[in-house]
C-alpha cells in the first residue's frame, strides 16, 4: 500500500504501533515515539493495544497541526481497527480516513462513531500475499489516493453554520425552527439524535466547525442514564459549552427512552410504560426520579458553558406523544424535569432560562427558539452583524 501510493507520487509516513517483533520495513515514526510517556496498564495483549491507540492518536493529531496530514489509512483486525479508527476518530470532519478491516462487515459504530470513516472490508484476513488479499489491499490506496486527489472543498460561503437536533417526536417543532434560521442566510445542519447524530454534532462542535447550535431535542441523555439503545455517550451536551458556542437548548423527547423491537427491551424494564413507534423501535417512558436526575445532569453541564446559552422549557410537554391525550403525557414526570433544571442553573446567572405555556412543537415555541439564537448569533458575529 505504501508503494502503489508513493509511485502515485505521494509522501507517506508509516507509523509503527507494534510492540512484539521488529517492523517488516523501516517506519517513519517508530515505535518509541507512539509509546513515549505512556503508562501500560496491563502488560497483555489488551494493555498494548490500549496504549498503542493512545499513542497513535497523539502523533497523528501532531502530525495534523503540522499540516502533514493530508488522509489517514490503516489496516487491522480488531486490535489494528482499534488503533487506527481511534487516531481517526481524532482528526477533523472532511480529512479522507480509510479503514481496512477484517471487522467492516459487522457493528462498526464502536469504531466509526460521529466521524466520516470509511470502512472497508477486507473479505478474507490479511495473512499474507494473494490475489484477494492485493486487490483488497490495493482499492484500499486508491480510494485513499482519489479522496486526496480529489478532495472536495466547499465554495466560499460566510453563512453562519448551525446544528439542530431532530427526533420524530419533534419534527414539527425543529422543521420550523430550521425554515426561520434559513430565511435569514443561516446554513442549519439537522442531526438526527440516535446516539450516533449527537456523536456526530459534538464532534463538529469540538473541531470548531458550528457557529451555533439549535439543541432542542437531547433524548439521548434519557438513553444514557436509563440504559437505551440510542445513547450518544457521557459527553453529549459538553462540546459546545467547552468551546463558548452560542446554543439554545431544549428538553425535547427526554419522555422516552429507545429501544429495538418489543421483546428486546430488558426484563428489568418489565413493569414500564411502552409506547411501540414501529416494529423495530420501542419507546419507554421516563420516570419522575430518572427525568429529576436528566434535569440535574443538564444543568450541571450547561452551568459550566463558556458561551452563551439559552435553556427553553415546554411546559405544555416535551414530543409529540408528551400532550394531553397522548400516550407518554406524564405532568407529574415533567414537572420534575422542569423543577431539576430550574433548581440546577439557580447557581449559574449567565444560562438565561425561558419557560413557555405551549408544547415543543408548538409554531410558537419553535419561532422562539430561532429568534433567540439568532440573536445569540448576532451578538457573537463580529461588530454584532446580524446573520
Given amino acids: 500500500m505504501r508503494d502503489l501510493l508513493a509511485r502515485a507520487g505521494r509522501e507517506t509516513l508509516v507509523v509503527d504501533a507494534g510492540s512484539l517483533g521488529p517492523p517488516a520495513i523501516a517506519p517513519d515514526v517508530p515505535r518509541d515515539r507512539v509509546f513515549a510517556g505512556i503508562t501500560i496498564e496491563t502488560q497483555d495483549r489488551g494493555g498494548f493495544v490500549a496504549a498503542a491507540a493512545q499513542g ?36 477533523p470532519f472532511g ?5 481496512l478491516s477484517t471487522l467492516a462487515s459487522g457493528q462498526v459504530r464502536p469504531f466509526v462513531g460521529g466521524s466520516d470513516i470509511l470502512m472497508h472490508h477486507s473479505v478474507a484476513d490479511i495473512a499474507g500475499l494473494n490475489r484477494l488479499t492485493k486487490t483488497v489491499l490495493a482499492n484500499a490506496a486508491h480510494a485513499m489516493l482519489g479522496m486526496v486527489a480529489n478532495r472536495f472543498v466547499p465554495g466560499s460561503d460566510d453563512r453562519p453554520v448551525v446544528a439542530a437536533t431532530m427526533f420524530g417526536v419533534t419534527t414539527p417543532c425543529v422543521d420550523h425552527a430550521r425554515k426561520c434560521l434559513e430565511a435569514k442566510g443561516v446554513e442549519v445542519l439537522v442531526f438526527h439524535a440516535t ?14 466547525q458550528l457557529s451555533g447550535l439549535l439543541d432542542l431535542t437531547t433524548t439521548e441523555l434519557a438513553d444514557e442514564l436509563v440504559g437505551g439503545v440510542l445513547s450518544a455517550g457521557p459527553d453529549r451536551l459538553e462540546a459546545a ?7 439554545v437548548v431544549s428538553v425535547g423527547a427526554l419522555d422516552m427512552v429507545n429501544f429495538g423491537p418489543r421483546g428486546t427491551v430488558p426484563d428489568r424494564f418489565a413493569h414500564r410504560k411502552f409506547h411501540v413507534h414501529n416494529a ?10 430518572e427525568n429529576a436526575a436528566i434535569g440535574a445532569r443538564m444543568a450541571e453541564i450547561l452551568g459550566r458553558s463558556t458561551g452563551p446559552v439559552v435553556v427553553m422549557l415546554p411546559l405544555g410537554g416535551v414530543s409529540m406523544i408528551d400532550v394531553p391525550g397522548g400516550p407518554f403525557h406524564d405532568p407529574e414526570a415533567d414537572a420534575a424535569l422542569f423543577r431539576a433544571i430550574r433548581e440546577g442553573l439557580a447557581a449559574a446567572p449567565h444560562v438565561r432560562l425561558i419557560e413557555r ?10 419561532q422562539e ?12 458575529a463580529p461588530g454584532g452583524r446580524s446573520p
Fill in 56 to 91: 497513535v492518536t497523539r502523533v497523528v493529531a501532531d502530525l495534523h497541526r503540522e499540516g502533514r496530514v493530508e488522509g489517514l489509512l490503516a489496516i487491522g483486525g480488531s486490535a489494528g481497527t482499534t488503533i487506527g479508527t481511534a487516531a481517526m476518530r481524532a482528526l
Fill in 280 to 289: 423495530n423501535v420501542t419507546l419507554m417512558r421516563t420516570t419522575t426520579e
Fill in 195 to 208: 446516539g450516533v447524530g449527537g456523536q456526530a454534532m459534538e464532534g463538529l462542535a469540538r473541531d470548531g
Fill in 241 to 247: 459549552g467547552r468551546k463558548g458556542i452560542p446554543q
Fill in 357 to 366: 405555556p405551549e408544547a415543543i412543537n408548538d409554531p410558537g415555541f419553535a
Fill in 369 to 380: 427558539a430561532a429568534d433567540v439564537l439568532l440573536g445569540l448569533l448576532s451578538q457573537a
Fill in 95 to 99: 480529512v479522507p480516513k480509510v479503514m
